[in-house]
């Protein structure tokens, strides 16, 4: 595209005179765009069916050609034919499918002129890569399984390790927290307001009080005697009053004694009993 | 055992007949210790001669040493010099016996161009070659016979249009090799494959593992971006001109200048903002502001 406006020229090199002088000549014309013609490509179709028609081999028969133009073989997944031009493996199976194709027909044409296409596994004859080739493609396909192999093991890995820590954590957590419920059973339990506990394997159950007490700490006889002849614990007062059952028990009354008829013939003196001052005093004169 | 019996009879035949016309069929399965047969019927008698010119690249002379191990129709000669002519290319394939030839011709030290030509009454076709893979790379896991002859496989849209229709037949004989050739193994274990995507030939080749299609990649790999078709072999009238071709110098050069022009675009943009940028935005009045009442709550506002 061209600017070319002869009215409107201030920055050009081009002067006025020199403008006037090719628009009278011819070479531009007046307008503001002049186009540029376009380049005219040659396809002569004619010639190319002649030339084609000259030097074809199309006489010859298929087995001396061996050419096949055929779609390619069906996709599983469908195509997309927009992205192709951009988009490297699905080119390539588009390739190899036109491949399969052309091969799945031949070898069937070939089959029928019943020629050999397949190579006896004793018919050694030099290959167009050398052993020495194959072996290191072997190599690194192997290397590229194995690199992938390995890949996926550490990824593998890794996704356990994260759930493992997880899962560690989630233990951690539920360990402390049977450690603080226990310890805030035992405490209750010390301060007995619970009966029971399960504590390593066996349950403790909380006996009576006293009897412990007892088991643990018992009194002398001597206190013992006096606990009972005094009483130990509980309120002295108003113990001695008269109640409803110590009035109606008569176990203590004996009609012997009651009713003015004196101790009963049975009463002794207690043998070894201490004679009186007097006595002592008299007796001990005598000596 | 029973098809072996059957190859006997008919090299009985063969011999006692008057005329050995009988073509040798060979079973599917021979064994190694076999008696070779020699073939007779070599009709189609191409010989593609495969060079190059001076200063390719190392990746362009391994194509062309891998295009010689896959055709055993193949003859090879030295480079020749820049400065030759290219009808002189005639004469060497005259000389070498050769009726085809796959020219390849290094430019700048990066751009290969191939020519193949049908010699001597052509026609020939000039391509831009891109994408060169060779047979030497390691992720081309294929194998195949030396020398056994492919099935040349070609894509649909080379039958839409007659440039392509010519393409295709050129190849067939090119890369073709002919039945009976006596450096050809009897076998068919690979598939040459063009294909037509992007106004571009892409040139594929496959070792058939199985019978029921699955294939490996052998190699090489490239793809041919048609220039010019001609006439004659190496020269004459055009036939037909790609309107698509872009040449790599132009391609290069475009590139230079859209990265030389990054810091002009970008300031012609500043001054082009800073001249539409307008200076009023609204046309306003100065004295509506005189009655506008300042309270303490729009001040509070603005702020």
């Known amino acids: 595209m061209l600017f070319r406006n002869p009215n409107l020229e ?71 034919t927009a992205s192709l031009e951009n988009d490297d493996f699905h080119r390539e199976m588009r390739f190899y499918r036109q491949a399969q194709a052309s091969v799945l027909e031949g070898l069937v044409k070939l089959a029928n002129m019943s020629i050999p296409t397949k190579r006896p596994e004793d018919y050694y004859a030099e290959m167009a890569k050398s052993d020495e080739h194959m072996k290191k493609v072997r190599s690194k396909l192997l290397e590229k399984k194995l690199s992938m192999e390995r890949s996926e093991k550490a990824k593998k890995l890794r996704e356990l390790r994260k759930y493992g820590k997880k899962v560690q954590q989630e233990v951690l957590q539920k360990r402390q927290k049977e450690k603080k419920d226990m310890l805030d059973t035992i405490k209750k339990f010390r301060k007995g307001q619970i009966d ?68 009963s013939k049975s009463t002794k003196k207690p043998q070894g009993k201490r004679p009186g001052k007097n006595k002592r005093k008299t007796m001990k004169n005598k000596k | 055992m029973a098809k072996r019996k059957r190859i006997s009879e008919e090299n009985t035949k063969q011999q006692t007949g008057k005329r050995q016309k009988k073509e040798i069929v060979l079973p599917p399965v021979i064994t190694s210790d076999a008696p070779v047969h020699r073939q007779t019927k070599w009709t189609n008698k191409q010989r593609t001669l495969i060079f190059s010119s001076r200063g390719i690249s190392f990746r362009t002379r391994h194509l062309m040493l891998d295009l010689r191990t896959l055709m055993p129709h193949s003859k090879a000669e030295p480079k020749m010099d820049r400065k030759d002519k290219l009808f002189i290319i005639n004469e060497v394939c005259e000389m070498k016996n050769c009726n085809k030839c796959l020219y390849f011709e290094g430019k700048k030290k990066q751009d290969v161009y191939l020519w193949a030509s049908n010699v001597p009454k052509g026609p020939s076709a000039k391509f831009l070659v891109e ?100 006439a004659g072999s190496f020269g004459g009238a055009t036939l037909y001109q790609n309107p698509h071709y872009v040449s790599p110098n132009e391609y290069r050069r475009a590139l230079r200048r859209s990265q030389a022009s990054k810091y002009n675009n970008r300031v012609e943009a500043r001054m082009s903002v800073q001249l539409r940028k307008p200076e009023m935005t609204y046309r306003m009045d100065p004295t509506d502001e005189v009655f506008q009442t300042i309270t303490a709550e729009s001040v509070k506002n603005s702020q």
């Not at chain 1, 096949?68 to 997309?80: F, G, H, K, R, V």
């Not at chain 2, 090799?177 to 571009?200: G, L």
Request: net charge positive; charged share 30%.
């Open chain 1, 10 to 80: 201030t920055d050009s090199d081009d002067t006025d005179e020199e403008l006037q002088e090719a628009l009278a000549a011819g070479k531009i014309k007046p307008g503001l765009i002049v186009e540029q013609q376009k380049k005219t490509f040659i396809n002569n179709r004619e010639g190319l069916g002649d030339k084609i028609k000259e030097f074809s081999l199309g006489k010859l028969k298929w087995i001396e050609r061996l050419d096949l133009t055929n779609d390619p073989a069906p996709s599983i997944e469908p195509e997309d």
């Open chain 2, 131 to 230: 994408n060169i893979h060779t047979m030497s790379e390691l992720k081309l896991t294929g194998n195949c016979l030396r020398g056994s002859r492919p099935l040349l496989s070609f894509d649909k849209a080379f039958d839409s249009e007659p440039h392509w229709l010519l393409l295709k037949e050129l190849f067939t004989q090119i890369f073709g090799t002919p039945n009976h050739h006596p450096k050809s193994q009897p076998f068919t274990d690979h598939v040459f494959t063009f294909s037509i995507q992007d106004n571009r030939v892409w040139f594929r080749n496959y070792q058939i593992l199985a019978e029921d299609g699955s294939l490996a990649e052998i190699g090489p790999r490239f793809v041919l971006n048609p220039i010019r078709i001609f």
């Open chain 1, 196 to 263: 029971k506990v399960d504590f390593l394997d066996e349950t403790i159950q909380r006996q009576n009080k006293q009897v412990t007490d007892k088991k643990t700490f018992t009194p002398n006889k001597k206190r013992e005697y006096k606990n009972k002849k005094f009483g130990f614990g509980g309120q002295k007062k108003r113990s001695k009053y008269n109640t409803a059952e110590s009035a109606a028990d008569v176990s203590s009354f004996n009609p012997r004694k009651a009713q003015g008829k004196g101790p």
